[in-house]
């Protein structure tokens, strides 16, 4: 049966009991009229199909199933429909990457409850954070502040995630819609053309487990930028077809220490470039403290340095940095924004020596 017309026969069975007990000497209990009892299912008790033995309000199961589908549309993004949202969602994106859903599970419990108190639900009451709090820096699990545009998109979201449940009854979308833009004020805090930092798109400064530090954290958007600097670094030292045999040069020490089994160079340098660039893009919570650019490629000055970069070598590095991020998956908008980084006039003729 699907929801409308549950309600339907949900509020004539009321009204049969209703007309059949008004004879009867004891009064009747007042009938809950609220959005949630007579259009979401109320508080009749069914079967939970994610807890085996359990029994759960239909109301809030429908709004549930409403809430994970709308996470999962965010998550799955297919065809790229919510690309501007996932970045709000890279510390839960992150979890569940390596299969931890204790965050999902919560944010799927606490909008349900939101939702559920707010469309009348009497025995389900949101306790998490204010709309503004939740939705600011304050809150280390959001990514980046909210504008208009991507508010809209999200309730686009909602009500794909409606759908898929089933819903789509003007008398269910309508009402749940009013409720979402009247929060719209305290959870949107970024003007339109306000564009939010790359560090922010990659993730952002939410901490996440660290893949490969056991035990340690990692902000969400310092994780990619390593991972597409090491791949950079690998793609150079190994050389496959000799495509890079112009780059080998400059990375002498460094493969010299690699082939002896001494990974400190090499580690190093990941570090340092990978601050680097999160210093440049946004991150306030990385610094970069090596040399400056010049100083860094100038043999004279840095030892580790085997020969001035001439302008064809540092093109053919680039093209290293692109390989290293399609490697990576990184999406080519912000591959492109890689490129004008390292293609700015300050840090090309820094680095462009020869």
């Not at 709308?70 to 949202?85: F, H, P, R, S």
């Not at 040399?291 to 000055?301: G, T």
Request: hydrophobic share 40%; glycine share 10%.
């Amino acid at each position: 049966m699907n929801l409308k017309n549950y309600s339907f026969a949900k509020l004539w069975v009321l009204g049969v009991f209703v007309f059949f007990a008004c004879g009867e000497d004891e009064p009747m209990p007042p009938m809950d009229t609220s959005f949630y009892s007579t259009e979401l299912g109320g508080e009749t008790m069914v079967q939970d199909p994610n807890n085996p033995g359990q029994m759960i309000e239909q109301g809030f199961l429908n709004l549930r199933t409403v809430v994970t589908n709308t996470v999962l549309e965010i998550a799955t993004n297919e065809q790229g429909k919510y690309d501007d949202l996932q970045p709000y969602f890279s510390v839960l994106l992150n979890e569940v990457g390596r299969n931890d859903l204790s965050g999902f599970t919560t944010l799927v419990d606490d909008f349900t409850r939101f939702l559920a108190e707010a469309t009348g639900s009497r025995n389900f009451q949101y306790t998490g954070l204010n709309m503004a709090d939740a939705h600011n820096s304050t809150n280390p699990r959001m990514n980046g502040l909210i504008n208009n545009a991507d508010y809209d998109l999200f309730i686009e979201a909602v009500v794909a995630g409606a759908a898929e449940a089933g819903i789509t009854s003007p008398s269910v979308l309508g009402p749940v819609a009013e409720l979402l833009e009247s929060v719209r004020a305290p959870i949107v805090q970024r003007d339109d053309n306000e564009e939010l930092d790359l560090y922010t798109r990659l993730g952002g400064s939410g901490l996440v487990a660290d893949p490969d530090n056991a035990g340690q954290l990692i902000e969400a958007g310092y994780l990619p930028l390593r991972a597409v600097v090491t791949s950079t670094v690998l793609v150079i030292a190994t050389n496959e077809g000799g495509k890079y045999d112009d780059l080998q040069p400059y990375f002498t020490v460094l493969l010299n220490e690699v082939g002896a089994g001494n990974t400190s160079g090499f580690t190093t340098l990941v570090g340092d470039f990978s601050d680097f660039l999160a210093a440049n893009i946004g991150s306030t919570n990385i610094t970069y403290n090596g040399l400056n650019m010049r100083d860094a490629h100038d043999p004279a000055v840095n030892s580790r340095m085997t020969g001035l970069i001439t302008a064809e070598d540092y093109d053919l590095f680039i093209q290293a940095v692109v390989e290293g991020a399609l490697e990576n998956n990184v999406p080519e908008s912000i591959i492109g924004e890689f490129g004008a980084i390292l293609n700015s006039g300050g840090l090309r003729s820094a680095i462009i020596q020869a």
